[in-house]
């Protein structure tokens, strides 16, 4: 059964390479296999284990879904966005299970608190390459964790969210 998931998985993630491999320059192409290779050997990380904020440290999260409505969470310092939306069953796919190795938990960030956000380091650039519906503010929610300084972060999930600006955050 796991193996079976884990094979949909590569096979997911080997089409999405094929269809971006006009795209690609000799260099992240080979990136892009690196990847693949991760995939066959990262193990599965378990989801929706969220720590239970201490009174009074409640962090605040709002996610956009694709219809256009809002879900505002409280959760705790260190959560990551992935966990955050799967454990509330909105639509973040997390393919990879948060190894930075696909772009399923592409999201895009309330451009308000983009900058409060630690940069995306190089394995994170290589996979938002390939997220459909990029922007400036994109980010891999698995690689995106609650600190205070993102108390009130609105992020948005991207299929509603093509040429996404800021005033869709208003
Ligand atoms: S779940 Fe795959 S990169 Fe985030």
């Given at each position: 059964?796991?193996?079976?998931?884990?094979?949909?998985?590569?096979?997911?993630?080997?089409?999405?390479?094929?269809?971006?491999?006009?795209?690609?320059?000799?260099?992240?192409?080979?990136?892009?296999?690196?990847?693949?290779?991760?995939?066959?050997?990262?193990?599965?990380?378990?989801?929706?284990?969220?720590?239970?904020?201490?009174?009074?440290?409640?962090l605040h999260v709002?996610?956009?879904?694709?219809?256009?409505?809002?879900?505002?969470?409280?959760?705790?310092e260190?959560?990551?966005i992935?966990?955050?939306?799967?454990?509330?069953?909105?639509?973040?796919?997390?393919?990879?299970?948060?190894?930075?190795?696909?772009?399923?938990?592409?999201i895009?960030v309330d451009p308000e608190y983009y900058d409060e956000i630690p940069e995306p380091?190089?394995?994170?650039?290589?996979?938002?390459?390939?997220?459909?519906?990029?922007?400036?503010t994109?980010r891999?929610?698995?690689q995106v964790k609650m600190t205070k300084e993102l108390d009130g972060l609105r992020v948005?999930?991207?299929?509603?969210?093509?040429?996404?600006?800021?005033?869709?955050f208003?």
């Open positions: 059964m796991i193996r079976r998931s884990i094979s949909q998985i590569c096979r997911r993630s080997w089409s999405q390479i094929n269809r971006t491999n006009a795209a690609l320059s000799p260099r992240n192409h080979h990136r892009h296999l690196h990847h693949r290779y991760q995939l066959h050997t990262s193990s599965i990380l378990s989801h929706g284990h969220l720590h239970k904020p201490k009174p009074g440290e409640e709002t996610f956009i879904t694709k219809d256009g409505k809002q879900h505002k969470y409280e959760v705790a260190g959560d990551n992935l966990d955050i939306a799967q454990a509330n069953n909105l639509d973040m796919e997390g393919a990879c299970g948060g190894s930075c190795a696909c772009s399923t938990c592409h895009i380091d190089d394995d994170e650039n290589d996979m938002l390459d390939l997220a459909f519906g990029l922007t400036e994109s891999l929610g698995c948005a999930l991207p299929a509603m969210t093509r040429n996404l600006q800021s005033k869709d208003n």
